[in-house]
Nanobody, 118 residues
Framework: QVHLVESGGGLAQAGGSLRLSCAAS????????MGWGRRAPGKQREIVAN???????IVADSVKGRFFGTSDDAKRTVYLQMNNLEPEDTAVYYC????????????WGQGTQVTVAP
């Protein structure tokens, strides 16, 4: 089994910052990437940041310049630094990990709520 535990969500004022963390554990022999997605009320889930192992983070155009994804591959931990938050960033943020192989796939965490007040 794969376990992902997110932390760092909460309430922020517009223009403020939050930092999310996510640690992966369990039966993970290897993985190709970790990242973050979010689902805003009434909208589909979108990928916010993807961090391929050993590579550079790629963030969505909607958050580029404001959100920064980083990773500690040895600790299987990823972070999402969110700056200059906007009310439109209000969503449940989910961490994921991509595990290769027949029993692999994209595994998601339980999510952490981020609410940005005007």
């Amino acid at each position: 089994q794969v376990h992902l535990v997110e932390s760092g969500g909460g309430l922020a004022q517009a223009g403020g910052s939050l930092r999310l963390s996510c640690a992966a554990s369990g039966s993970i022999r290897s993985y190709s990437a970790m990242g973050w997605g979010r689902r805003a009320p009434g909208k589909q889930r979108e990928i916010v940041a993807n961090m391929p192992i050993g590579g550079y983070a790629i963030v969505a155009d909607s958050v580029k310049g404001r959100f920064f994804g980083t990773s500690d591959d040895a600790k299987r931990t990823v972070y999402l630094q969110m700056n200059n938050l906007e009310p439109e960033d209000t969503a449940v943020y989910y961490c994921y990990i991509d595990v290769p192989g027949g029993d692999g796939g994209r595994f998601w965490g339980q999510g952490t709520q981020v609410t940005v007040a005007p």
